[in-house]
């Protein structure tokens, strides 16, 4: 696979895992991994999905607008960048959000080093 | 100068170049600098600053919402998140975007080695 369908295949896991497995989401963190979730700060898998497990809603359904990639460093990692929108719970308004990942290969694997997600208030 | 500090000044320093001298914002990435404008990849920092150059409008005003960082690989390396708006003109409606960076150090400054920027339309 080339470096866009990467990144491509982790968004679909990473927000299909969030919208119907979102504990989950843990084993694509490791201890040195970082989130800024709202301007909040979380370092390491656990604290990062402690943060994502105690978000105030129980459902949520992300639709990707785009999503751009570029590798990064001499460790072959990559840069994530995507847009799109979420929604959390079918009554509910879409919220727009942006979110940016540093993937680092392990193990034949990609896990987040890097997670920074906001947002985008109309 | 703590890391946020120093993504904010560079934040202010690229986008006050962007909107009042734009051709000079070359001097801040280098030959193997990448762009993913919208979704078009530039490499290099005169293609970049030829994309950059030729965007079909004289003016522009970035208005910065967010700036989120993160420390970023072995080299001292920074990711910096940025959200806000931008208008073309006194007469046009802001546009919201969004945009990440990652800056590299580089003889005592640091310089773009990547650089993704979206529209988040309405």
Request: some cysteine; glycine content about 10%.
């Amino acid at each position: 696979m080339d470096a866009d369908a990467v990144a491509k295949a982790f968004v679909e896991h990473y927000y299909r895992t969030f919208d119907t497995n979102r504990p989950a989401l843990v084993s694509l963190y490791q201890d040195g991994s970082m989130l800024t979730f709202e301007g909040q700060q979380f370092l390491g898998a656990a604290a990062i999905a402690g943060k994502l497990g105690s978000l105030p809603f129980a459902q949520c359904h992300h639709d990707i607008n785009t999503v751009d990639c570029q590798p990064s460093g001499p460790q072959g990692g990559m840069l994530v960048f995507v847009s799109g929108s979420l929604r959390t719970g079918p009554d509910e308004h879409p919220l727009k959000f942006s979110q940016m990942f540093q993937l680092l290969p392990a193990g034949g694997n990609f896990y987040v080093q890097n997670d920074m997600f906001r947002l985008n208030y109309g």
